[in-house]
């Protein structure tokens, strides 16, 4: 058989979200299944990198599709005629788009529908394509899987399939991202944080993530304790952060909040094993993958209380309500209680053993190889 993978988001150097899920599934896919061939269909010139095997071949199909009229372009026009030369079997999608225009069978993974639940957190192009097309897609799909529970629920939910046709394949995470030893992370702490204990957030700063209420949290939490612990914050800047430089210049508190990009995986595993506690106070998350690697590194979780957060974190995360600061710094206090936190730890740890990139490869690979 010869299948077909949309490989946009597999990009050197600069693999997020999705494009670490595509990576860590299509690598085992393709040395689990030696007899089978694989296209990779990326839209622009690929590292040599991520032709995993000797049964992988790249193909660059144009334009680069980076704006929703190339979107348009790419998958209605560009990507079924490459299928068609390359005589695909089918197509794996694991970016939430596929092509309306071709009879070939594709196989959907949605992460979240965030753009309905925060339009105004994407520009009036986008939200018309989302809007216009992810419910044809959810159609045409041969098989949609869903990141989490509640990503399915959602889908469920706005899109009138039902929860037991859409399968769940959650995220796995990372070999890197494991304990520190004491000394490793009193090293680490020298090197970020003036040796200072510290409270970690890992992710893009845009309004969803909800980094600015963690800033005020932070300052309602020292404040209230006068502890000298940091709060680190890791990643890009995205979209409409105004707000979080808001919070932050009306803090009392501002250097003992650092920000820190370009971080390798390496460093960031790290990082993250020598936190504290690690913060997820978004409002809206399809997974939720660094509270998942700050399980597997033995670090508590505090995280809001809606979406795949709570389903994610376990029993051993502390939940608070993200649109209230206060509830936040109340979590903040409380997981750092000594008499507490052993416990959570090992519930966190425990819970998080769930979580594979080879349960995920399994999931997808046993609907599409039946």
Known sequence: MKLGINARFLLKDRLEGIGWFCHEVIRRMVTRFPEHQFVLFFDRPFDPEFIYAGNVKGVVVQPPARHPVLWYLWFEYSLPAAMRRESVDLLIS??????????????????????????GQVSPAVRFFYRYFTGRYLRKAQKVFAVSEATRRDISTHFAIPEHQISVCYNGVRDVFKPLHMEEADEVRKQYSSGEEYFLFVGALHPRKNV??????????????????????????????QEIDEAYHASEYQSDIR??????????????????????????????????????????????????????????????????????????????????RSSRIQQGFQHAMQFSWERTTDVICNEILK
Request: with cysteine.
């Open 212 to 241: 600015h209420g963690l800033i005020r949290a932070f300052t309602i939490f020292k404040r209230n304790t006068h502890s000298p612990m940091l709060l680190l914050i890791i990643g890009r800047r995205a979209w409409q952060t």
């Open 94 to 119: 694991m970016d939430g788009f596929l092509s309306t225009r071709t009879s070939i069978p594709q196989y959907l993974v949605i992460h979240d529908l965030a753009y309905l639940h925060y339009p």
């Open 259 to 340: 920000f820190l990009d370009h971080i390798s995986s390496v460093d960031l595993s790290r990082l993250t094993g020598a936190a504290s506690c690690a913060v997820a106070p978004s409002f809206l998350e399809g997974f939720g993958v660094p509270v998942l690697e700050a399980l597997r590194c033995g670090i508590p979780v505090i995280c809001s209380d809606c979406f795949s957060l709570p389903e994610v974190a376990g029993p051993g995360a502390v939940l608070f309500k993200p649109d209230d600061p206060a509830s936040i710094a109340s979590a903040m206090q409380e997981i750092l209680r000594e008499d507490l």
